[in-house]
T-cell receptor, first 110, second 115 residues
Framework: GQQVMQIPQYQHVQEGEDFTTYCNSS?????IQWYKQRPGGHPVFLIQ?????EVKKQKRLTFQFGEAKKNSSLHITATQTTDVGTYFC??????????FGKGTRLSVIA | DTEVTQTPKHLVMGMTNKKSLKCEQH?????MYWYKQKAKKPPELMFV???????INESVPSRFSPECPNSSLLNLHLHALQPEDSALYLC??????????????FGPGTRLTVT
């Protein structure tokens, strides 16, 4: 079935450094969503990307959807300790339910 | 009301017990989901209800039995579980029915331990 590869699995950064996680699919996606799960918490919806080449920003977070709609990235500028958590991409293709990537766990060293 | 609620928050049950997990949303969402999440893993889809009808059952063992009494409520009945079923059980809802996209709103989850 549909699979979404997400890298890296872990990322440790110094506070103030940038962070990027990538999501790739072998097939064209209808849309892609990003979620954040804090330690001990539940996934929280961040954003949905639908259009080819789409770029959306939320404060220090920048989300991109590839031109071929097969990949996406989440970039955080100048990380803060509040950014700690696991970031999941989740993809929709056709009538199938969301398929989650394995997530990237971000730790930020103050 | 913009949240999904789940009860109980924690549940410890023996392998012969019968228990139920409850989920509620009052956002008028058309699709509701049950996920199972093991530590350091992504949520794993179990069931999808769209317009109160079971649309997807991801080959879940029959010891898990979902129920959607109305558009706001979703239950997961548990019977004869195994220790490996211990996990965080997440409920989610989406404003659009299955197949039409739409973000998912997750509840806080029920942390289940099977002894």
């Amino acid at each position: 079935g549909q699979q979404v590869m997400q890298i890296p699995q872990y990322q440790h950064v110094q506070e103030g450094e940038d962070f990027t996680t990538y999501c790739n699919s072998s097939t064209t996606l209808s849309n892609i969503q990003w979620y954040k799960q804090r330690p001990g918490g539940h996934p929280v919806f961040l954003i949905q990307l639908v259009k080819s080449g789409e770029v959306k920003k939320q404060k220090r977070l920048t989300f991109q959807f590839g031109e071929a709609k097969k990949n996406s990235s989440l970039h955080i500028t100048a990380t803060q300790t509040t950014d700690v958590g696991t970031y999941f991409c989740a993809a929709l293709s056709g009538n199938t339910p969301l398929v989650f990537g394995k997530g990237t766990r971000l730790s930020v060293i103050a | 009301d913009t949240e999904v609620t789940q009860t109980p928050k924690h549940l410890v049950m023996g392998m012969t017990n019968k228990k139920s997990l409850k989920c509620e949303q009052h956002m008028g969402h058309r699709a509701m989901y049950w996920y199972k999440q093991k530590a350091k893993k992504p949520p794993e889809l179990m069931f999808v209800y769209s317009y109160e009808k079971l649309s997807i059952n991801e080959s879940v063992p029959s010891r898990f039995s979902p129920e959607c009494p109305n558009s706001s409520l979703l239950n997961l009945h548990l019977h004869a579980l195994q220790p490996e079923d211990s996990a965080l059980y997440l409920c989610a809802s989406s404003p659009l029915p299955l197949g039409e996209g739409g973000e998912q709103y997750f509840g806080p989850g029920t942390r289940l331990t099977v002894t």
